[in-house]
């Protein structure tokens, strides 16, 4: 089992960032993809970004391109996910998840609320 405890969320205004953390615990996170996703209200859950274990390949969804990245530190078993030009249509909870590969992310964290007010 790996345990996901999201950091970081907040209210920011159009334009802002945010940066959130995940730490893990548990299992060695640094065997393990990650990715961060996010559910807006009435909206399915998508897909943010993810990274690879050791963190070299990076992959992004088209909506967060340039704007956001996302790292690793597995020494510290911690994600990241650096948010930049922040606008209203990026309010969601954000969800951290880890999995045995690339496309399967089987533990999540409980997510955080992340607001951008126009």
């Known amino acids: 089992q790996v345990q996901l405890v999201e950091y970081g969320g907040g209210l920011v205004q159009a334009g802002g960032s945010l940066r959130l953390s995940c730490a893990a615990s548990?299992?060695?996170?640094?065997?393990?993809?990650a990715g961060w996703f996010r559910q807006a209200p009435g909206r399915e859950r998508e897909i943010v970004a993810r990274?690879?274990?050791?963190?070299?390949?990076?992959d992004y969804a088209d909506f967060v391109k340039g704007r956001f990245t996302i790292s690793r530190d597995n020494a510290k078993n911690t994600a990241y996910l650096q948010m930049n030009s922040l606008n209203p249509e990026d309010t969601a909870v954000y969800y951290c998840?880890?999995?045995?590969?690339?496309?399967?992310?089987?533990?999540w964290g409980q997510g955080t609320q992340v607001t951008v007010s126009s």
């Open positions: 998840a880890a999995g045995t590969n690339w496309d399967l992310f089987e533990y």
């Open positions: 548990g299992r060695t996170f640094s065997r393990y993809p």
């Open positions: 990274i690879s274990s050791r963190g070299a390949i990076t």
